[in-house]
């Protein structure tokens, strides 16, 4: 049997309709630069937490913030949080590198992000 256990919330991500002026916010609330700066995403790193910007939403039409909760085992969580009465948004795929992520509605539609690292 997997771990299905989670490893906490370490990954949110906004929908910005503008990146370079969220990208300055973001800088000046964190005391950082950004350690991932393109047109399509960018991410700052700090005391263990990554916090990432993605304009209009990306392609998962975000339109409030995505908290990822860590886990050690995606599909086995996936089953288990179905299993409870929540719905598959966007299944487990891979974003770069071996990390796979989902996201999950509950069931008042609050969408909840579920991330693996390799």
């Given at each position: 049997?997997?771990?299905?256990?989670?490893?906490?919330?370490?990954?949110?991500?906004?929908?910005?309709?503008d990146l370079a002026a969220a990208k300055e916010v973001y800088?000046?609330?964190?005391?950082?630069?950004?350690?991932?700066?393109?047109?399509?995403?960018?991410?700052?790193?700090?005391?263990?937490?990554?916090?990432?910007?993605?304009?209009?939403?990306?392609?998962?039409?975000?339109?409030?913030?995505?908290?990822?909760?860590?886990?050690?085992?995606?599909?086995?969580?996936?089953a288990e949080v179905t299993a409870a009465g929540a719905a598959?948004?966007?299944?487990?795929?891979?974003?770069?590198?071996?990390?796979?992520?989902?996201?999950?509605?509950?069931?008042?539609?609050?969408?909840?992000?579920?991330?693996?690292?390799?």
């Amino acid at each position: 049997m997997s771990d299905s256990s989670t490893q906490g919330i370490k990954t949110v991500l906004h929908p910005v309709s503008d990146l370079a002026a969220a990208k300055e916010v973001y800088a000046a609330l964190l005391g950082i630069q950004p350690q991932a700066d393109s047109s399509y995403y960018v991410g700052f790193d700090v005391e263990g937490q990554h916090i990432g910007l993605v304009p209009t939403g990306g392609p998962q039409d975000m339109t409030s913030p995505v908290a990822y909760w860590h886990v050690p085992d995606i599909e086995a969580k996936l089953a288990e949080v179905t299993a409870a009465g929540a719905a598959v948004k966007e299944a487990a795929h891979d974003v770069g590198g071996g990390r796979l992520v989902a996201t999950v509605t509950d069931p008042d539609g609050n969408v909840l992000g579920l991330l693996q690292d390799p």
